[in-house]
């Protein structure tokens, strides 16, 4: 059954409650990439998008195909991360499916012929694996995929080759941020085979102290043993950013209690805000929420902002498109609304 929230201004369900860690890591995503045995790799468009209708037309999640749907609707899905950007500019023959809680969303005919991912609250990323081997077993049964015995899956890009996996998490780092570690602590990151990208994976660059951590090598290890690595150097990372919010607090509290309360009352009683500026201030209200600075704000509102501050969902907000002062004034209007009864 369709999710009728789904381009409305609702948070997504699995968005409304914390999970493990949720202090420092917003959520985990695991993602597999594979093609359909027999089909060409690239170039198959209109006639993968017919047998996938054909195929896949009476599944449990309705197929939303991406050039029924208008270019501020796919971008209110690549701000909720249920497609990826590439996905929003490949729209002629893209399609999704979407679980009615939105933690499971399959693309098709982006960079590969489907791509499945799973995403849950907090560090699960054991749970949302599962969670994908189900539906990957679920659409391999109707449609097999293309697997070499020695190679694994094969994929559009080499870097993909194996076990198709991209396991990542998205990470609030603003005590390694401003105690100057997260340099270092990047470095070490990358040693063990992981990369650090912006909000929106790759190619997008990070802002606002917010990160996605993800796997490199596809190649050569278990899905298992992938995201059981990356399990163990989110533990450290939570441990070193815990230990900076920690010191922040015991040597400059007068300091971090005003740079909170100062976000707050900027997104409380701005008129203009600018995306970054925004995003900034929400960044420092989080830390202040999760740290106890800030006691009457529940976390959900703040992914409130985080999602609803969007470019996308502003203009949903408003129901028309904007020039870019307007997209200030519309932004401030909707975090005001947000934050109206805190």
């Not at 996996?165 to 990047?186: E, F, N, W």
């Not at 790759?202 to 399990?231: H, M, Y």
């Not at 969902?313 to 609304?337: G, H, P, S, T, W």
């Amino acid at each position: 059954m369709r999710n009728e929230n789904l381009f409305e201004p609702v948070l997504s369900s699995w968005l409304m409650k914390d999970g493990p860690e949720s202090d420092v890591v917003i959520s985990s995503r695991v993602r597999l990439a594979r093609n359909f045995k027999d089909w060409n790799f690239s170039g198959a468009g209109l006639e993968l998008l017919e047998r996938v209708r054909e195929v896949f037309g009476d599944e449990e999640f309705p197929l939303l195909e991406m050039g029924d749907l208008s270019l501020l609707q796919r971008g209110m899905l690549v701000e909720r991360h249920l497609i990826s950007p590439e996905m929003m500019r490949r729209h002629e023959f893209g399609a999704v499916m979407i679980s009615g809680d939105e933690k499971a969303s399959v693309m098709f005919n982006e960079e590969d012929h489907i791509r499945i991912q799973c995403l849950a609250p907090g560090l699960q990323l054991e749970q949302v694996l599962d969670e994908a081997f189900k539906l990957d077993d679920a659409f391999e049964r109707k449609m097999p995929y293309a697997f070499d015995k020695r190679l694994g899956y094969l994929t559009t890009c080499v870097t993909n080759v194996g076990t198709g996996l991209r396991a990542s998490v998205m990470v609030h780092l603003p005590g390694l941020v401003a105690t100057k570690q997260l340099q270092k602590t990047i470095e070490a990151i990358r040693r063990y085979g992981f990369v650090v990208r912006g909000m929106y994976g790759e190619g997008s660059r990070p802002a606002s102290n917010i990160f996605q951590i993800s796997n490199q090598v596809t190649l050569g290890k278990t899905e298992l043993e992938i995201v059981q690595d990356l399990s163990d150097v989110m533990e450290q990372v939570i441990m070193q950013e815990r230990v900076c919010r920690t010191k922040l607090k015991q040597k400059f509290h007068i300091v971090m209690e005003d740079r909170i309360f100062r976000a707050y009352g900027m997104l409380k009683h701005s008129r203009i805000l600018a995306q970054k500026e925004a995003a900034d201030a929400i960044s420092d209200l989080r830390l202040g929420v999760q740290m106890g600075y800030v006691e009457h704000i529940p976390s959900q509102k703040v992914n409130e902002l985080i999602l609803f501050s969007q470019p996308a969902f502003l203009r949903k907000f408003a129901q028309r498109d904007m020039n870019e002062l307007e997209e200030k004034v519309i932004r401030a209007a909707a975090i005001r609304e947000i934050l109206d009864t805190y």
